[in-house]
């Protein structure tokens, strides 16, 4: 049952704000409709986008300090982005056929063999990050065989929302509620002797353990969690003594978000699978992937009639690989790994002395390359003692509310949109397009700094008063 109505491409671009929330409501998902409309987000109607702007259909032009959650490191619409998508459909390129071998899969494999270290070489294409995961899982569990099915992760993970990615994934809020796969360990992230701990307490008497595989974020991007110096060579230490498979996911920061092209770079080592996506797809492209050592692939998947245990349909569709080969041309021909590192060290050294400034309400700053964040108190100092004394139990509820205030003023009054940590709402975090300007990151700081000059009192007062005014 729908409401009668049949739209066509053109009535889908001119549907009216008012219809766009009934049919949110009535067809897509009624309490995501809510919470849009809790927080305000339902009277932005966004008619287009460029570079790290977005612009608004009543003329508001937002600067986009979130690079789509890292999916937009070159910014919205691209133009060389957009000429590859034209070109290939100017020229009627084949899009899917599984009988013809096709000249971008192979292209944007060897590319990614050329930008990754080691003897990471061989890769698979597919459409999202946990299908990434889901991938990198199962190839690691044919190399192991039946006796090392054991996985371990860590406490600050996200992998996605699939089951055996959901069932790796530390965030209990979002997974709680479904039957997760059997064998999966979890160890606190940052602890290498953890690994190690729990990798011997199964191992049998003189013989092996049955942990097969370590998945590692070595920056935790969605909580903004950095590995302590030498975590990485550590654990890279540890899979090889106990021949364990190392998976990195380098999905939220991967292709130049931390300043290294992967984050696990920043301590030289080699994982055996890389899992990535998000900017791999030049913010056009539905396309993310993994690529794995030359003796891990082969001995999973090198036989021939292994050669298609996992596929799937629309792997490796002709302008999904096209986009992503001009992603990293772009990357590369403008340097952008630099360039994160070198704008992203001016952010943080500015946001560090925001946070000096109102030590009050910040209670700390961090971040590399452009993925920086702000963890706020919840509540001013003297309200925080007093909750903490009489209810303490109360004290997350207010650390939720907390970023939300500071992102709604920052985006009403400012016209700057930043986003939250994933279950950490009093994180405030910009991950800006790795072309951000020197003066859009500037206008961002001093809107910032401007938010975080009102009283917690004046900055909660206009968050309800935005609420109350729909
Ligand atoms: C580190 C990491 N891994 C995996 C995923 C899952 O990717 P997707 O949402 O494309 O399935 C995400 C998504 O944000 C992520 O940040």
Known sequence: MNNGRWYKLEDAENILSRERIYLTREYVNPGMASMFKMLGFDKLWAHSARGDYIFLEDGRKILDMTGGNCVLGLGHNHPRILAARKHMAQENRLEICKSFLSPYVAALAANMANILPGDLQYSFFCNSGAESIEGALKMAEKYQGKKKQGIVYTDHSFHGKTHAAMSISSMDESRNCFHLLDGCFRIPYGDAHALRRIVESRTKEKGESDIGV?????????????????????????????????????????????????????????????????????????????????????????????????????????????????????????????????????????????????????????????????????????????????????????????????????????????????????????????????????????????????????????????????
């Open 214 to 470: 370590f998945v590692l974020e070595a920056v935790h991007g969605t909580r903004l969690i950095f590995p302590p110096q030498g975590y990485l060579k550590e654990i890279r230490r540890i899979c090889d003594e106990y021949n364990i498979v190392l998976i990195a996911d380098e999905i939220y920061t991967g292709f130049g978000r931390t300043g290294y092209w992967f984050a696990f770079e920043s301590e030289g080592i080699v994982p055996d699978i890389v899992c990535y996506s998000k900017t791999f797809g030049g913010g056009k492209a539905s396309i993310a992937g993994y690529t794995a050592r030359k003796e891990v692939f082969i001995r999973a998947y090198g036989a021939p009639q292994d050669s298609m245990i996992h596929s799937s349909t629309f792997s490796g569709m002709s302008e999904e690989c096209a986009t992503a080969i001009e992603a990293l041309n772009i990357i590369k021909d403008n340097n952008l790994v630099e360039r994160s590192a070198d704008m992203g060290e001016y952010l943080g050294s500015r946001l560090k002395e925001l946070g000096a400034k109102y030590s009050k309400k910040v209670k700390e700053v961090r971040g590399r390359g452009l993925l920086w964040g702000l963890e706020l108190y919840p509540l001013g100092s003297k309200a925080r003692s007093l909750v903490e004394k009489v209810a303490p139990e109360k004290l997350p509820i207010f650390s939720k509310l907390t970023g939300g205030v500071v992102l709604a003023e920052l985006l009403h009054s400012h016209d700057i949109l930043a986003y939250l940590g994933f279950s950490r709402r009093n994180l405030v975090v910009f991950s800006p397009s790795l072309l951000i300007e020197r003066e859009d990151l500037d206008k961002a700081l001093e809107g910032l700094d401007e938010v975080l000059a009102k009283n917690w009192f004046v900055l909660v007062k206009n968050f309800i008063g935005n609420i109350l005014s729909r």
